[in-house]
Structure formats: structure tokens, C-alpha cells
């Protein structure tokens, strides 16, 4: 939803919420639950608090209540209010992803660039190495343009490589469905080699994610969380290109645990580019040469 002069203190108590200290997911959802919504929660005692979520994380909603976190709320509502395009989806809204909520790893809110009805289509996340090879790129380019031309929205993480070439074949697609990009860092805080990019997606009907207040700064935290969001995101995670040990092989493990659909392209034995989508198949991953390996019927543009 956009945040307006109306909402806006909705929000800030939603924002405040997702703030409290030792209050996770599920204990969020269990309070609101109970009181109906954000504001109820925040006004509730210590002693009710407590016995639905524990006192650690009853005094932690309570201190948020009583200011502890105003400054932070503030400014990302003020945030919101100056930057077109802006908005956030609370785990109630009716936009916020299904998939990621059954994942188990859904984050009380997502901060949001661009149109959000995106998240009213099918995704498939493709991932791969930041440092891929001109191989790697061509088939991340032409997947993206397949998944767009398909009728899905194609879903990567705002990183350069396999991401970046997805995108831009995304955008390329005839008649396609705009991408999304999941960021490490507040909407706001975009990775700088990728501003060109990230606004061309935006300007044709894109969508920014983040599970980070607008202004914050990509960490190594950030990017754990926004790797976690990305094996809930959607049914369906490409892989192409990793190295043996790169994160993208724990994503796509976690995607498949969760009951993901997750595919790898094979390259040869001798790129090392090539050994964590290889291994990644050897452990059960489909071998993905066509969309239908994917599970997507739709015919492919041809090459």
C-alpha cells in the first residue's frame, strides 16, 4: 500500500511493531491476531503480552510502545511519504506473497518501489554467480526473456551477473511481464551499479523489494536475510552458474526443502562456474535446458 497523510500513522505503528526487540514472525502474527491490529498490539499490557508471546518479547513491544524505536519508525515513514512510488505490505495485506508466508520465512512487512500489483502474478527466481562468463549471461538473458513472455513475473536478486542479464531479458521480452528485484539494502539504498538497470525495470512497470527500512545500507545481515526471502519467494528458482560453495547452492537447497521446484543448467566439468550448478543436480535439482524443465508449458521465443 502507499503511504499517505491518512495511513501514515497505521504504518508507523506497523513499522514500530516490526521494530519491537525478540519479537519474530510468528509472534507478531499471534498478537495481532488477538488485539486486530498494529496499534491494539502496542497499546496492550505487559502482563497480556507476555502470556502470548513470552516476557522478553512483551517488554520489547512494550519499550517500542513507550518510544524506544520512534526515531527509525519516523524516518521511514517520512521516507515513504517523499519518494514516489513507495509503499509497504504488511503480512496482512492481500498482496503480500502466499508462497512466502507458507515458506515459514515471511518478514512482518516488505518495502516496496514500483507497482505491486506484480506480486499478483506467478514468479521464478533465477540465480547465478555475480562473476558469470559470457555463456552464463546469454542463457540468464534469454531465460528472463522466456519467463517474461511466459506470463510470469521473473524474480532475481538486485546483484550484478546472472541477475543483471535476467533483468535486461526480462525487459527485452515482447509483450512480457515486468521483473521484480529482491534488494539486500532499503528500497532507497540500491546498489549503485545497477541504478540504470533498477530504473529502467521501474519505468517499465517493475517492482523493488526489501525487507529493510527504506534508508538502510547493504550488510552482510541484510544479505542473509534477503537470501532466506529469495528460497520462500516462489515455486520455481533457476540456478545458472555458482561456484561449489557459493551462497545461491544454500538458497537453492533451502528452496527445495521448502517444496520449491528448483532447476540448474550443467556446463562443463572444467569451468568452475559450472560445479555448483552441477552439484546442485547431482543432489536432485532438474537438469533445465527448456522452460518446460521448469514446469512452465508456455512456448519459447526462439533464440
Known amino acids: 500500500m502507499r503511504v499517505s497523510e491518512t495511513n501514515q500513522e497505521d504504518v508507523r505503528n506497523w ?59 519516523d524516518s521511514a515513514v517520512a521516507g ?40 499478483l502474478r506467478e514468479s521464478a527466481t533465477i540465480c547465478g554467480s555475480a562473476s558469470a562468463d559470457e555463456e552464463g549471461l546469454r542463457n540468464a538473458e534469454f531465460f528472463g526473456k522466456a519467463i517474461a513472455e511466459s506470463g510470469m513475473t521473473v524474480l532475481v536478486p538486485a546483484e550484478p ?8 531479458g526480462a525487459l527485452s521480452a515482447h509483450q512480457g511481464v515486468p521483473p521484480a528485484a529482491l534488494l539486500a539494502s532499503g528500497t532507497a539504498r540500491a546498489p549503485r551499479e545497477m ?14 523489494i526489501s525487507a529493510e ?30 561456484e561449489r560453495h557459493a551462497p545461491i547452492l544454500d538458497i537453492a537447497r533451502r528452496a527445495a526443502e521448502l517444496g520449491g521446484l528448483v532447476g540448474a543448467i550443467p556446463g562443463s566439468i572444467h569451468n568452475p562456474l ?7 543436480i547431482r543432489e536432485g535439482a532438474m537438469l533445465v535446458e527448456t522452460l518446460r524443465d521448469l514446469g512452465i508449458e508456455n512456448p519459447e521465443p526462439q533464440k
Open 80 to 119: 515513504l511519504l517523499s519518494t514516489p512510488e513507495t509503499g509497504v505490505l504488511t503480512i496482512a495485506d492481500s498482496l503480500y506473497p502466499a508462497d512466502l508466508i507458507e515458506s515459514g520465512l515471511a518478514p512482518l512487512l516488505l518495502f516496496t518501489r514500483g507497482d505491486e500489483s506484480v506480486l
Open 274 to 280: 559450472s560445479r555448483g550448478a552441477n552439484a546442485l
Open 15 to 73: 513499522i514500530k511493531l516490526s521494530l519491537a526487540r525478540h519479537l519474530d514472525t510468528f509472534g507478531a502474527v499471534r498478537l495481532l491476531k488477538v488485539y486486530g491490529s498494529a496499534e491494539s498490539v502496542l497499546a496492550g499490557s505487559l502482563s497480556d503480552l507476555a502470556r502470548l508471546v513470552g516476557m522478553p518479547a512483551a517488554e520489547g513491544v512494550v519499550a517500542a510502545a513507550r518510544g524506544a524505536v520512534d526515531d527509525e519508525a
Open 161 to 168: 551477473g546472472i541477475p543483471t542479464s535476467a533483468i535486461s
Open 213 to 242: 527500512l527504506p534508508e538502510t545500507s547493504q550488510s552482510e545481515a541484510s544479505k542473509a536475510l534477503r537470501n532466506g526471502l529469495l528460497a520462500g519467494f516462489s515455486r520455481r528458482l533457476l540456478v545458472i552458474e555458482a
Open 195 to 208: 541504478t540504470g538497470l533498477l530504473k529502467a525495470l521501474l519505468a517499465a512497470g517493475g517492482l523493488l
